[in-house]
């Protein structure tokens, strides 16, 4: 984002922004190995190379986190209640600024030592949005450098503009970044596509960049698509929880439909990480979300661990008979349960708990003996659930 005009780099982003429509897209930065997580690279999202629109045309060269990150998005103004044409404003100024990727600068050193998507060079520039580090954020690189507090910027400004509801999204756009008249206007046909494909796949695609602000990503591969769960009751909870593998951790964060934007804590660790400007999940907002989801919609637990350790439908389990798909709460009791995760199962002889573990983190499978000396509850959910193929739970409830 240029304050002033758009210089050289702005324009010359914005062009191959305009050509991804039509061709691969030749990338203006520098891709460099200083921060960046690849591992969202070594997947394949459900759209294979790029993404597929509605008549099964490819949009070139957008990988998967580039994906991602325009999904997040669209997740996080549709979490906010932003209007179409405000969505829409997002997108297009993220596709023209940085080609929907977390970018560091050179002229800014130090922000190489965050997670990102290669490196830039206008003016002080960083992010997805191209904020100015001299000018927003308080220099305060752990924001700035933050795809999620970019995103919220980019809203929270819009929405301090009269009539930016009905605005046109490229004057809308123009007005938050600031950049030269019609900038935005090329990326408006990109923007409609991303944003139409990305949309009825927020579940697998929204809130796991890999280069965002969550404590950094997870390389673990997600067991399971956002199609027909399979399998066992437990099975299924595992599948539904693994869609998130890489989340970030946001304290409040998760309802039954999936990842949610946190709230304060008072002060706590949450507020220190920044959760309540985080779309992620918490470790009780995982597991409802995963048992409603493994359920197909027949189980919504509380979001409070001792609620759900006390839920009735909740089998108690002896520890030693724990099964994957359990849920396990650790604490002195377990209505009196801090903690909760689901029993993944065993890997290299280690019993593995897959969890959203605390503010700074993301969604993982980390060893059970991470927990040594905690009081451990097992219940289980699912008792006379039909093991066939379950369709996703509905999410207009």
């Known amino acids: 984002m240029n304050e002033e005009a758009t210089g050289a780099a702005g324009t010359t982003i914005a062009m191959a922004a305009g050509a991804m429509i039509l061709a691969t897209i030749t990338l203006v930065a520098v891709l460099s190995g200083s921060g960046v997580t690849d591992c969202a690279a070594a997947t394949t999202n459900a759209y294979g190379m790029g993404v597929a629109d509605a008549n099964g045309a490819t949009l070139a060269g957008l990988n998967n986190q580039q994906l991602t990150l325009a999904a997040n998005g669209v997740a996080i103004g549709t979490q906010r209640g932003e209007t179409e044409s405000v969505i829409l404003a997002q997108s297009m100024a993220m596709a023209t600024e ?13 922000s190489a030592s965050f997670p990102n998507d290669g490196a830039g060079s206008d003016h002080d520039s960083v992010g997805p949005h191209q904020i ?11 924001k700035l450098m933050d795809p999620v507090w970019q995103i919220n910027w980019f809203y929270d400004t819009a929405d301090t503009i009269g009539g930016h509801d009905t605005m046109d999204p490229a004057a809308l756009a123009q007005a938050v970044e600031r950049s030269g008249p019609d900038a935005y206007a090329t990326t408006r046909t990109l923007a409609e596509k991303v944003i139409a494909a990305v949309t009825p796949r927020l579940g697998d695609l929204a809130a796991g960049s890999t280069s965002g602000g969550g404590g950094g990503g997870s390389c673990e591969a997600p067991g399971a698509d956002t199609g027909p769960l399979e399998g066992s009751f437990g099975q299924r909870v595992i599948q539904a929880a693994m869609r998130w593998i890489g989340t970030p951790y946001a304290w409040g964060g998760g309802n039954k439909n999936g990842p949610t934007k946190g709230i304060s804590d008072g002060g706590g660790a949450g507020d220190a990480h920044g959760d309540y400007n985080k779309v992620g999940f918490d470790c009780s907002g995982l597991t409802l979300y995963a048992v409603y989801q493994a359920s197909g919609g027949t189980i919504e637990l509380g979001h409070y661990t001792g609620n759900q350790a006390g839920d009735p439908r909740g089998q108690v389990i002896p520890l030693d008979q724990k099964q994957p798909g359990d849920l396990i709460y650790f604490g002195s009791s377990a209505e009196g349960s801090h903690h909760v995760g689901i029993y993944y199962g065993t890997r290299d002889g280690r019993d593995m708990l897959l969890n959203a573990p605390q503010s700074g983190q993301t969604v993982s499978v980390m060893p059970l003996s991470g927990w040594n000396g905690e009081g451990m509850f097992v219940r ?18």
């Not at 940085?98 to 130090?110: D, I």
């Open 98 to 110: 940085s080609t929907y990727r977390n970018l560091s600068n050179t002229n800014v050193p130090e």
């Open 380 to 397: 289980r959910f699912g008792a006379g659930i039909d093991p066939t193929p379950t369709p996703p739970a509905p999410t207009n409830q």
């Open 132 to 142: 100015r580090v001299s000018m927003h954020g308080g220099g305060d690189l752990t």
